[in-house]
């Protein structure tokens, strides 16, 4: 017999609308399998207390006639993890850090009011770096998530718990935030699925800010089709946007994809096996009849600068209080992460928002007579934890941060594996796009066998 816990989104929500399964044997199924992988993972640091008494109603507002349009939606009964920088009522918002003590939200963030609406079960809260910052610090009370498919292996990224979760199927759907690739780097890293979605379609508020002008809460996932679902759940205001799931399972024949191959092949960190991944990701586009030009896009390094500068003063900002009062609880590397806000004047950040604009209209200009674009996600698969035992920062070379800056969707999901770990791949749409970007990225998904692949215990 299947373990509930191992079916998609999709088939749990037609069996628990069947009422051949209940939200309390899918929770208990999920319990589980937290309990039994979770000390190995360190995916989760909480878990809800009343996780089956969510269940239970949800359990009740399926069995209801008319359990109104919310509940009407696939995400009734289904556990879903959320990272621990989101408000989620009565459990644990301490944003991966001292510095917040033991605070319990009082109130769902409104993305999360959403889900509950929804009747989704909210089973725990996930791993985060602090305040979204930099990682892992082994110093920290929660120690960082570990990666599924080589648990000496980082995760990547501030969304590392949710992904971690994600990728060894503890659940099939986890919510977390994209700054600068905190939701796209630990898909990639870990064979999920990640959504960050244009600017503002899903609020903010209710987590803690890192950098307002760049921060997005999306989902991961461990389809595409589950991202879409998810990203539509989360969508604030839906009747602005299409859903991301429209477009499921039609034909990309005749899109034109740019494939910015330029972006990643010629750099000298870009891992070899990569560069191949991505070249068969284009020919496989293209056999499912999508049309593939490489394409040029703006200099990846402007876009890099002037989000770092943006994001390290507006960081600064949300944190100046908070370091006069506990300086002595912040991590080490956060606190150097935020030491840079403090050599960045007016000036600079009013120079860097000139460059935001235009970039912006460079990038959107660059993407003419091109549905969507085609690059990497992540120049090399997740580097292991030892590469972090020293006082030096370590960078992990990525090409995310470009579509913070320019607020535009974007979609990581696997793309293959190097010595026995993840690499990932990245489609970027237009804002308000993610129908497109979801139908493709599904498309892509179906003529592989890259996501169905999942880690051993």
């Not at 200099?299 to 890099?304: I, L, Q, R």
């Amino acid at each position: 017999m299947t373990n509930p816990a191992d079916l998609s989104l999709p088939e749990a929500a037609a069996a628990l609308r069947a009422g051949t399964l209940t939200s309390r044997a899918l929770t208990e199924a999920t319990l589980a399998r937290i309990a039994a992988l979770n000390p190995r993972l360190h995916a989760f640091t909480h878990i809800a207390a009343d996780a089956l008494q969510q269940a239970d109603r949800a359990d009740a507002l399926l069995r209801t006639e008319d359990p109104g349009p919310l509940c009407g939606l696939p995400l009734c009964g289904i556990p879903v993890a959320v990272k621990d920088l989101i408000d989620v009522a009565d459990q644990p918002a301490t944003s991966g850090s001292r510095v917040l003590g033991h605070r319990i939200a009082k109130t769902d963030a409104p993305a999360i009011a959403r889900l509950r609406a929804q009747g989704a079960v909210l089973i725990g809260k996930t791993a985060t770096y602090e305040f979204a910052m930099v990682g892992p610090d082994l110093t920290l009370p929660d120690p960082p998530a570990r990666n599924p498919w080589n648990p000496a292996h980082i995760t990547g990224g501030s969304s590392s718990g949710s992904a971690a979760a994600v990728a060894a199927g503890l659940v099939r759907l986890a919510i977390g935030t994209d700054t600068g690739g905190s939701i796209r780097a630990p898909a990639a890293y870990t064979g999920s699925v990640g959504l960050k979605p244009s600017y503002d379609r899903v609020a903010r508020t209710g987590a803690f800010p890192l950098s307002p002008s760049l921060d997005h809460t999306g989902p991961l996932a461990a389809t595409v089709e589950e991202a879409a679902l998810g990203l539509d759940a989360l969508t604030e205001h839906p009747e602005n946007w299409r859903p991301a799931s429209a477009r499921l399972g039609h034909s990309i024949a005749g899109l034109k994809i740019g494939f910015a191959r330029d972006w990643f092949a010629e750099d000298p960190q870009a891992n070899p096996a990569l560069i191949r991944a991505l070249d068969e990701a284009a020919s496989t586009l293209s056999l499912l009849g999508a049309e593939i030009t490489l394409v040029t896009l703006p200099d990846y390094a402007p876009f890099e600068a002037a989000a770092s500068i943006i994001l390290h003063a507006e960081a600064l900002a949300e944190h100046r209080t908070l370091i006069r009062n506990h300086a002595a609880d912040y991590g080490r590397p956060t606190l150097q992460c935020l030491a840079f806000g403090a050599a960045i004047d007016p000036g600079d950040v009013a120079k860097a928002r000139a460059a935001q604009t235009r970039l912006t209209a460079e990038m959107l200009a660059a993407m003419a007579g091109h549905d969507l674009i085609l690059t990497a996600t992540t120049l090399t698969p997740a580097l292991p934890f030892s590469a972090f035992d020293g006082e030096k920062a370590v960078w992990t070379p990525m090409r995310t941060i470009a579509f913070n800056l320019t607020g535009q969707p974007a979609l990581s999901l696997p793309a293959g594996f190097d010595t026995g770990l993840p690499l990932g791949l990245q489609l970027i749409a237009r804002p308000g796009d993610e129908d497109l970007l979801c139908a493709t990225g599904h498309a892509y998904e179906r003529a592989t066998d890259h996501s169905v692949q999942r880690p051993h215990f």
